[in-house]
């Protein structure tokens, strides 16, 4: 009797704070409901949490939220929950969220992975979730745990965030070949120092995978606060397509050596005017003239695998710099006219992991801006 009647206060309690967002359409009819999975391994029974939008449809991503030490043990998660769901009415109504309860005797979201897996299979099921569009996220022991499961199911998770959480040994880059990570970390945070969060961010991205690191000016405490009540990172979290594998290639012969070209172009200044027909690039941008460019700099060595995305970001920043400075140019991460003209024209300096043929193919024409 009391255990339902703490549900029914943790579910009276869910909908009146979804209820109280500001701006909120429906929200009160957000379902908060619980369930139970046995973890095989541990012999136990593990109960979870259901955060369901007013209209339940198809196709729908599902998040999956880790919670810390501190919420172990049954009806904690108030003291987290509503960190997530702060500015994310959004959530609320466009994604599922899945919430395990870590019960107060294990120390880790590893020991339970069996019963996470089989809460997440059941929620696919019955919701018929889009499995391309599953989606991680933990903070500290969950953070930790973010990166211990993903190394568990490289395919199970599209993107992942990572939020005050340290990575262990065994955990391996290539894991996130098909797994978007964000690692967010706090520069006071001495609970959890930041340093092997920001080495593997890094280590995930000179593999060539997609990784970003964000600092804070933070304690260990307050990092939900900044992460996860950006409204920013909650919609990359539920995105609208789910990201394009992008897998590390088998090992490629390494080409003849390709002499630096005697006449590099210079970007064009900002007053020059455009006659190529290419639209200057830089972060946050998008669209089928990015990707011809991204496919244009793997041919040069600059991207791992010919699939790339449309999206210009972090990642893509990293790589143009690498481009301009082998070719000698000043290193701004922007594509501009000129850079894209030395790109397509095959003449840019190739890397040595440059894929065979050495020519690079001119894309279709781009439409002028």
């Known amino acids: 009797m009391a255990i339902q009647k703490r549900g029914l206060i943790l579910i009276l ?4 704070f979804c209820s109280l967002i500001p701006g909120s359409r429906a929200a009160s009819s957000v379902r908060f409901i619980q369930h139970g999975a046995r973890d095989e391994k541990q012999n136990q029974l593990i109960t979870y949490w259901l955060y369901l939008p007013p209209e339940v449809e198809p196709g729908m991503p599902l998040v999956v939220y880790l919670h810390g030490s501190g919420e172990r043990g049954e009806g904690a998660l108030l003291t987290s929950l509503p960190l997530f769901l702060e500015n994310g009415i959004v959530l609320c109504s466009d994604a599922i969220l899945l919430v395990p309860q870590m019960p107060s005797n294990f120390g880790q979201w590893i020991s339970i992975e069996n019963a996470v ?3 997440i299979d059941r929620t696919v099921e019955e919701y018929h979730i889009d499995e391309k569009r599953i989606a991680l996220a933990g903070f500290s022991m969950g953070g930790i745990g973010v990166y211990d499961l993903v190394n568990l199911y490289p395919d199970k998770f599209c993107r992942a965030i990572s939020v005050s959480g340290r990575v262990n040994e065994d955990v391996s880059p290539d894991a996130f070949a098909c797994c ?5 970390v706090g520069t006071r945070d001495t609970n959890m120092p930041p340093q092997s969060a920001l080495e593997f961010a890094q ?3 000179d593999a060539g995978y997609t990784s970003e690191a964000v600092q804070f000016d933070s304690t260990h405490s307050r990092m939900p606060y900044h992460v996860f009540q950006s ?3 909650l919609e990359w979290l539920w995105m609208e397509l789910a990201p394009q594998p992008t897998a590390k290639p088998t090992a490629t012969p390494k080409p003849t050596a390709t002499p630096k070209p005697t006449a590099t172009a210079k970007p064009a200044a900002a007053d020059e005017k455009n006659t190529s027909g290419y639209r200057t690039l830089k972060k946050g941008m998008s669209g089928r003239d990015v990707q011809q460019f991204k496919i244009a700099m793997y041919w040069l060595g600059y991207f791992n695998d010919k699939n790339v995305s ?3 970001n972090s ?3 990293e790589r143009v710099k690498k481009l301009q400075k082998n070719n000698g140019l000043e290193e701004t991460g922007i594509a501009d006219p000129a850079l894209q003209e030395l790109v397509f024209s095959g003449n840019a300096v190739k890397t040595k992991n440059a894929p065979r043929p050495s020519k690079t193919p001119k894309p279709a024409e781009t439409p002028k801006p």
């Open 180 to 184: 978007e990570l964000r690692t967010f």
């Open 310 to 312: 449309d999206q210009y």
């Open 13 to 16: 309690a869910a909908v009146l």
């Open 203 to 205: 280590a995930v991205a």
């Open 315 to 317: 990642l893509t920043v």
């Open 117 to 119: 897996m089989k809460m």
């Open 231 to 233: 409204e920013k990172n």
